[in-house]
Antibody
Framework: EVQLVESGGGLVQPGGSLRLSCAAS????????MDWVRQAPGKGLEWVGR??????????EYAASVKGRFTISRDDSQNTLNLQMNSLKTEDTAVYYC????????????WGQGTLVTVSS | DIQLTQSPSFLSASVGDRVTITCRAS??????LAWYQQKPGKAPKLLIH???TLQSGVPSRFSGTGSGTEFTLTISSLQPEDFATYYC?????????FGGGTKVEIK
């Protein structure tokens, strides 16, 4: 079964840091691009960023709202996707989902179950 | 950035109804559009990609049409399990963006 499982969420103070992980199983993790998407409480979906595969030099893209603060990485040997979040703001409070990009970059499937990040003093 | 405007933002419908949701892009995105279904407390689920291709395992009552700037998601006969929030997403250019969502509730 293709599965993504996020971990690492929790409560952090403004200005703090947090590292999220996404463990993949059931497919060849090194092949696809991987993305992060977040959803603030009661709000819609917001794309956070992408990391491409080794063939594409692990290049990344970020939303303007997180660029310079968040870093996406992957460890293909451990089947793990990471999101390092620094200089966190209250507006970063959200459920964070990892997602696999389907071939041709046509959509995201599957998504993980999400992990909640709360930024508050 | 490409803005996606979904309409309506909320609709009330009955089991068996035909339901249509529209997604308009602020500029042309060819067929680079996906549709997702999200139920409360759950992750989104891919329904349609490339504007009209049904994702494997998704019931055939779901269909998508459109290209350029205007897209629709149609549920031909609404089932109890279809009551959820639906989002469109453009994958034509970065930053990727989502529509604001359409919540489908039971009448």
């Amino acid at each position: 079964e293709v599965q993504l499982v996020e971990s690492g969420g929790g409560l952090v103070q403004p200005g703090g840091s947090l590292r999220l992980s996404c463990a993949a199983s059931g497919f060849t993790f090194s092949d696809p691009f991987m993305d992060w998407v977040r959803q603030a409480p009661g709000k819609g979906l917001e794309w956070v960023g992408r990391i491409r595969n080794k063939l594409s030099s692990y290049s990344t893209e970020y939303a303007a709202s997180v660029k310079g603060r968040f870093t996406i990485s992957r460890d293909d040997s451990q089947n793990t996707l990471n999101l390092q979040m620094n200089s966190l703001k209250t507006e970063d409070t959200a459920v964070y989902y990892c997602a696999r990009v389907i071939i041709g970059s046509r959509g995201f499937d599957p998504w993980g179950q999400g992990t909640l990040v709360t930024v508050s003093s | 950035d490409i803005q996606l405007t979904q309409s309506p933002s909320f609709l009330s419908a009955s089991v068996g109804d035909r339901v249509t949701i529209t997604c308009r892009a602020s500029q042309g995105i060819s067929s680079s559009l996906a549709w997702y279904q999200q139920k409360p407390g759950k992750a989104p689920k891919l329904l349609i990609h490339a504007a009209s291709t049904l994702q494997s395992g998704v019931p055939s009552r779901f269909s998508g049409t459109g290209s350029g700037t205007e897209f629709t998601l149609t549920i031909s006969s609404l089932q109890p399990e279809d009551f959820a929030t639906y989002y469109c997403q453009q994958l034509n250019s970065f930053p990727l963006t989502f529509g604001g969502g359409t919540k489908v509730e039971i009448k």
